[in-house]
């Protein structure tokens, strides 16, 4: 089975400061998808990045990127250039993907993170 | 292209009563996965559905049940509520296709809807 921890429970960040916010996972398998997701206080589920596991090149995607680390089993955002609506609850996710044209979904949460940016 | 849409957005049940849940994914999408948020448990997977059958589940009790239509909406139906299953219950939507080496395809997820059992 597999596990995603984020050990930091909130951090907080000033306007136009870059924050690195922490996930470690852990799992047997060799081919994967890592996700960052977004969750404001209006509870919408929203992504942020992927990567996957095959790919060296970490991901980016305007502010935001990844330090994927796989022997280490970490990943983590950096968000640069903070912004007021960067506010809300940040959910690293794992997806197992069967090599071939297995299918799977399922995604694994960690318990997420609050992430607070101040004016 | 319209979103994940969730009806309805709020709902307030008593123990013992049962209700059903509904997620219209996007256009084209033929999965659909199903996610229990609790303050807790967290986010949970409950189940997956890919033309009309169910093709993955989580841990949870039979009383959690789905199903999906042929123009891919799901429902979730949840019976002999309990208190515990007070929760914030999301619907996510994907392709579903899976290719060589691209076995997993990005999930967006809908606004949810919260459910409360008094």
């Known amino acids: 089975a597999q596990t995603v921890t984020q050990s930091q429970p909130e951090m907080s960040v000033q306007e136009a400061e870059t924050v690195t916010l922490s996930c470690t996972y852990d799992?047997?398998?060799?081919?994967?998808?890592l996700f960052w997701y977004k969750q404001p206080p209006s509870r919408q589920m929203i992504l942020v990045i992927r990567q996957e596991a095959y790919k060296q090149q970490n991901a980016t995607e305007n502010r935001f990127s990844v330090n994927f680390q796989k022997a280490a089993k970490s990943f983590s955002l950096k968000i640069s250039d903070s912004q007021l609506g960067d506010t809300a609850m940040y959910f690293c996710a794992f997806m197992f993907s069967p090599f071939g044209t297995g299918a799977n979904s399922k995604l694994t949460f960690g318990k997420g993170i609050t992430l607070s940016v101040r004016p | 292209k319209a979103g994940v849409t969730q009806t309805p957005r709020y709902l307030i049940k008593t123990r013992g009563q049962q209700v059903t849940l509904s997620c219209s994914p996007i256009?084209?999408?033929?999965?659909v996965s199903w996610y229990q948020q609790t303050p807790g448990q967290g986010l949970q997977f409950l189940f997956e559905?890919?033309?009309?059958?169910?093709?993955n589940k989580g841990n949870f009790p039979g009383r959690f049940s789905g199903r999906q239509f042929s123009n891919s909406r799901s429902e979730m139906n949840v019976s002999t509520l309990e208190l515990g299953d007070s929760a914030l219950y999301l619907c996510a939507s994907s392709l579903g296709n899976r290719i060589f080496f691209q076995g997993t395809d990005t999930q967006y997820f809908g606004p949810g809807t919260r459910l409360t059992v008094l």
């Open positions: 799992t047997s398998e060799n081919n994967y998808y």
């Open positions: 559905y890919f033309s009309e059958t169910q093709r």
């Open positions: 256009s084209g999408h033929r999965s």
